[in-house]
């Protein structure tokens, strides 16, 4: 199956900076992958996401860049808010054996601090 | 708004008794999953149906059991809880022309 490394597991940041949350994968198939955010007492939402065909892409604030060579992908998060305090999961598809489903890395606990 | 919904939201039971988490989707997805989810582990997959008369066992099957009874509904029961059980419940939806997963708000289950 896939295995999904994520780091860090915890990150505090002053309200402003940039957020750097990375990820790695296993299966060089992959070919979709999400970040979700998981607020407190929330469920997980879908932030942004990039196809392995393309190596960034951005939505406002928020960034995904992807080394497929390398098998890493990272979430970039500039001008941090308290509103994105949150924890952040990677994930990455397994399509062994005919089936698909997503392997979630263990996630990052982003604390913005006001 | 079309939605994935859970029930119950939170339930506690007893070591040895049968529990069954329903969730229902009004999306019109046909791809359907169970996760837990545990302080540091992220979400695990339990099992996930991509259609009524489909099941397919995750990375933690053992002790769960499904059911699809219908393209709206996916429920997960727990034959004989234990306490290693206690954990949030997440179902989600996916399109299978599509790629995002849509998360149901979840059930916290404890075992005592």
């Known amino acids: 199956g896939e295995n999904v490394e994520q780091h860090p597991s915890t990150l505090s940041v002053q309200e402003g900076d940039s957020a750097v949350i990375k990820c790695t994968y296993s299966?060089?198939?992959?070919?979709?992958l999400p970040w979700y955010k998981q607020e407190l007492g929330k469920r997980p939402q879908l932030i942004i996401d990039?196809?392995?065909?393309?190596g960034e892409k951005k939505d406002q604030r928020i960034a995904v860049t992807l080394n497929k060579t390398a098998k890493h992908f990272s979430l970039h998060i500039t001008e941090t808010q308290p509103e994105d305090s949150a924890v952040y999961f990677c994930?990455?598809?397994?399509?062994?054996?005919?089936?698909?489903?997503?392997?979630f890395g263990k996630g990052t606990k982003l604390s913005v601090i006001p | 708004d079309a939605d994935v919904t859970q029930t119950p939201r939170n339930r506690i039971t007893k070591t040895g008794k049968r529990i069954m988490l329903e969730c229902s989707q009004t999306?019109?997805?046909?791809?359907m999953y169970w996760y837990r989810q545990d302080p540091g582990l992220g979400l695990r997959l339990i099992y996930y149906?991509?259609?009524?008369?489909?099941?397919n066992k995750g990375e933690i099957s053992d002790g769960y059991s499904v059911s699809r009874q219908a393209q709206a509904k996916f429920s997960l029961s727990l034959e004989s809880a234990i306490p290693n059980q206690t954990a949030l419940y997440f179902c989600?939806?996916?399109?299978?022309?599509?790629?995002?997963?849509?998360f149901g708000p979840g059930t916290r289950l404890t075992v005592l």
């Open positions: 299966d060089s198939a992959s070919n979709y």
């Open positions: 990039i196809r392995s065909n393309v």
């Open positions: 994930a990455a598809p397994y399509s062994g054996a005919g089936s698909y489903q997503l392997t």
């Open positions: 149906s991509f259609d009524v008369k489909d099941i």
């Open positions: 999306k019109g997805h046909d791809r």
């Open positions: 989600a939806t996916q399109q299978s022309t599509d790629n995002e997963q849509f």
